[in-house]
Each structure stands twice: as structure tokens, then as C-alpha cells.
């Protein structure tokens, strides 16, 4: 007898919280504030996010895939293109990296090389060319610390020997998929023409020549996801 009235309040109290939480869930009231308290956090992140969106610079490495870049007055010719961020590779070299932006302008891509927070560096590529175009052999370029070549004689203009680096090639900013290459880096008088010799793991070798467009010539339209 009192083993089957404890049962039955047992099961009285399992049914009084069950339908209080039932209860509790369908409440319209309670849907709304839940409602109201998302939509809340929602806006508030959304503000955060905006403030720092615009507190942070537009430089170019700061610029995702889908960024629009334009660039005005680009080298001798004084070339003017807009395209849009189709890629971005990584270069390291001990604690130093930089990055390699491919922008597309209606199928021809131009790769934009850029320091890390810092447009007072961009070079862009204008052609690319192969050791032939500059009479020269890749055995001239075997190892970093052995250079052979101290100056380059290209259309008309004299590149000197700058520097030559170990570096690392993070494709599409994979880094853990890393290829390694060598670079040397050669400049006219001025340091805006670089001729930029790179050497990859396989022997191959990509020669860009470049002109270096100082950041009042950028103008970046960076992509929701730069931050």
C-alpha cells in the first residue's frame, strides 16, 4: 500500500515537470525573449565586427581573395587596370614574410608582391619572362650564396645585384604544403624596376619583371571576410 502511493506521487511529480518544461519550451513569451536576446547578440557582433573592420588598415596584405584592387600611373607606361584578388600566396624567410596577390583583370593576372602591413613596398608584375629573354643560363643562379651574375642588361635599362635569399613558397597560403625556392633580386638606380629571379625545388626557374607603385597609386576594396 504505502509502496504503491510513494509510486504514485513519484509519478505526479514527473508529470508536473514534464509539463512545466513542455510548457516552459512552447511558451510564446519565452520563444520571443530568446528571440529578441539572439537578435540582440546578432547586432552587437555585427557592431564589433564594424568597428573593426574600419580601425583596420587597407593595405594589401590585409586583402582576402575577392578584394578588388586598383592601381593608376603603373610604371614607364603609365598603365591604369582594376581587377579582382583571385589568389594569395605566402613567402617566408625566417621570422620575414611577404605576400604574392594574384589579380585578375578579364583573364590577364598581374601578381602583386607586398610586405606584410605595408604598401610602401608593392611591386607589380608586368611581364614575365625566362632566362633566355635575358641571355643567361640557369647555371648562372645553381646556389644563393654563389653569384655569378652582378649585373642584368634588359630593354635598355641596367639591373644591379641586390640581394639573393632562402625562401619559402606557402601556395594559396598553404602552409602546410611548403616549397622551397631560391631568389635573387636585382634593381635599377632607382630601386623602382626589379627584376626578380626565382628558382624552384624542381630546377625550374620564373624571372617577373617588376615596377614599384607607391600606396597613394592603390585603392582596395577589401572583400567582408578581410579582417
Not at 11 to 28: E, M, Q, R
Not at 88 to 108: A, C, P, S, T
Not at 176 to 188: F, G, M
Request: glycine share 6%.
Amino acid at each position: 500500500m504505502a509502496f504503491g502511493v510513494i509510486m504514485l506521487l513519484l509519478s505526479c511529480l514527473c508529470a508536473y515537470f514534464y509539463y512545466s518544461h513542455v510548457k516552459g519550451k512552447l511558451d510564446p513569451q519565452l520563444i520571443d525573449g530568446q528571440n529578441s536576446r539572439n537578435a540582440e547578440l546578432a547586432a552587437k557582433a555585427a557592431q564589433m565586427r564594424a568597428k573593426v573592420k574600419a580601425q583596420q588598415p587597407k593595405t594589401l596584405s590585409y586583402a582576402s581573395v575577392g578584394s578588388f584592387v586598383k592601381m593608376q600611373d603603373v610604371g614607364l607606361k603609365m598603365l591604369s587596370f582594376d581587377g579582382l584578388i583571385k589568389d594569395k600566396h605566402i613567402f617566408k624567410n625566417g621570422l620575414m614574410r611577404w605576400y604574392e596577390l594574384d589579380v585578375d583583370q578579364g583573364g590577364q593576372t598581374f601578381p602583386v608582391e607586398t610586405k606584410v602591413r605595408d604598401d610602401k613596398f608593392v611591386y607589380v608584375c608586368l611581364k614575365q619572362l625566362d632566362l633566355n629573354d635575358l641571355g643567361l643560363d640557369k647555371e648562372d643562379f645553381y646556389q644563393i650564396n654563389q653569384n655569378t651574375v652582378e649585373a642584368i642588361h634588359f630593354e635598355g635599362t641596367v639591373y644591379q645585384f641586390k640581394e639573393s635569399l632562402s625562401a619559402t613558397f606557402c601556395r594559396s597560403g598553404n602552409e602546410l604544403e611548403p616549397e622551397p625556392c631560391l631568389i635573387w633580386k636585382y634593381a635599377d638606380p632607382s630601386g623602382a624596376l626589379v627584376l626578380s629571379v626565382r628558382r624552384w625545388q624542381d630546377a625550374s626557374f620564373s624571372i617577373l619583371s617588376q615596377v614599384r607603385v607607391r600606396d597613394s597609386q592603390i585603392s582596395l576594396l577589401l572583400n567582408e571576410t578581410s579582417l
